[in-house]
Nanobody
Framework: VQLQACGGGLVQAGGSLRLSCAAY????????VGWFRQAPGKEREFVAA????????TYADSVKGRFTISRDRTKNTVLLQMNSLKPEDTAVYYC?????????????????WGRGTLVTVSS
């Protein structure tokens, strides 16, 4: 599975962005999918994940209530709607397809990773 994340950009604090993750070469409709981010000088951290049906989601505490993950299995895409953005949300965001169909917050349980998309939130 090849993944491509897009939708990043520069936004002011309090603004919104929507990231999209698309799968190519193969579908990831039966895989759990997650979003991770890595800020400069920091380790990659979990952001959100969704199971294969879209019926189960999990979020990092830092984004709960502000970010929403969803998927469209017919379009083979996963979205991350980010609202009320803060400067500390600035990072490169990556989407990944899990080895299983469930949600997971553990990076090693993801098999396929896409190239990241940069999100910059100015204060």
């Amino acid at each position: 599975v090849q993944l491509q994340a897009c939708g990043g950009g520069l936004v002011q604090a309090g603004g919104s962005l929507r990231l999209s993750c698309a799968a190519y070469a193969r579908t990831f409709s039966n895989n759990g999918v997650g979003w991770f981010r890595q800020a400069p000088g920091k380790e990659r951290e979990f952001v959100a994940a969704i199971n294969w049906t879209g019926g189960d989601t999990t979020y990092a505490d830092s984004v709960k209530g502000r970010f929403t993950i969803s998927r469209d299995r017919t379009k083979n895409t996963v979205l991350l709607q980010m609202n009320s953005l803060k400067p500390e949300d600035t990072a490169v965001y990556y989407c990944a397809a899990a080895r299983s169909s469930t949600t997971t917050i553990i990076p090693s349980q993801y098999r396929y990773w896409g190239r990241g998309t940069l999100v910059t939130v100015s204060s």
